[in-house]
C-alpha cells in the first residue's frame, strides 16, 4: 500500500500570509494527488486534483505543484475562510490513502 | 449538478450489522467507480471500499475486508455498503463518493454517522 506523509500537522499563519503544505508519496503517484479542505462538521471539499488542477470554483489563490513522490498546496495569500484542516489524497491505485492533516489555524 | 445522499447510519451494537444506502444523480452512474470513506471524529478520513462501474470488481482496505461488503445497482443509480461484525472503531461518519477519473475530481456525499457501541 502507498503511505501519504503529509507536514506540517499544525501551522499558524495570519491573513496575508503565503503559506504551503507538503504530501509526500512511499512511491510514485505520478499525479494522481487530490488535496481537500474540511471544515468542522462538514464533508471534505475538493481543491485540486490530478496534483495541480484547480476544482471549478475555487479561488485561484489555492494552487497545487508536484508529481511523483513530492506534493505540495499553496495557498498565496490567506483569508479568513482559509482556516481550515487540509487533506491530500492520492488516487493511483487501491487504497486510495489520506495524509493525516494539517490543521491550519490563526496566529 | 452530482448528489449523492447517504442514508443507513445508527446506532448498533458491537457485533451486528447496518446497510448503507447512497442515492446518486445529477451524473451517469455506470459510468463512474464508486467508493465509500469513512471518518472516525478528530481522524483523517480513511479510504474503505471501491467498486468498478458495472459492479464486477471490488476493493477493500484491509481493516473492513472479510465484514464489509460493497455492491452497486445501476438499475436504482445506487450504491450500497453490508457492515457486518462491527467493532466500536468502526465509529465514523461514512461518506458515499463518486470515485475521481483521469480527467474529474471527485464528489462527496454528506455523510452518514455510524456508531458502534453497547
Known amino acids: 500500500d502507498i503511505q501519504m506523509t503529509q507536514f506540517p500537522s499544525t501551522l499558524s499563519a495570519s491573513v496575508g500570509d503565503r503559506v504551503t503544505i507538503t504530501c509526500r508519496a512511499s512511491q510514485s503517484i505520478s499525479s494522481w494527488l487530490a488535496w481537500y479542505q474540511q471544515k468542522p462538521g462538514k464533508a471534505p471539499k475538493v481543491l485540486i486534483y490530478?496534483?495541480?488542477s484547480l476544482e471549478s470554483g475555487v479561488p485561484s489563490r489555492f494552487s497545487g505543484s508536484g508529481s511523483g513522490t513530492e506534493f505540495t498546496l499553496t495557498i498565496s495569500s490567506l483569508q479568513p475562510d482559509d482556516f481550515a484542516t487540509y487533506y491530500c489524497q492520492h488516487y493511483n491505485s487501491y487504497p486510495y490513502t489520506f495524509g493525516q492533516g494539517t490543521k491550519l489555524g490563526i496566529k | 449538478e452530482v448528489q449523492l445522499l447517504e442514508s443507513g447510519g445508527g446506532l448498533v451494537q458491537p457485533g451486528g450489522s447496518l446497510r448503507l444506502s447512497c442515492a446518486a444523480s445529477g451524473f451517469t452512474f455506470t459510468s463512474y467507480a464508486m467508493s465509500w470513506v469513512r471518518q472516525a471524529p478528530g481522524k483523517a478520513p480513511e479510504w474503505v471500499s471501491a467498486v468498478s462501474n458495472r459492479g464486477d470488481d471490488t476493493y477493500y482496505a484491509d481493516f473492513v475486508r472479510g465484514r464489509f461488503a460493497i455492491s452497486r445497482d445501476n438499475s436504482r443509480n445506487t450504491l450500497y455498503l453490508q457492515m457486518n461484525s462491527l467493532r466500536a472503531e468502526d465509529t465514523a461518519v461514512y461518506y458515499c463518493?463518486?470515485?475521481?477519473?483521469?480527467?474529474?475530481?471527485?464528489?462527496w456525499g454528506q455523510g452518514t454517522l455510524v456508531t458502534v457501541s453497547s
Open positions: 490530478k496534483a495541480s
Open positions: 463518493v463518486k470515485t475521481a477519473t483521469v480527467t474529474t475530481s471527485s464528489n
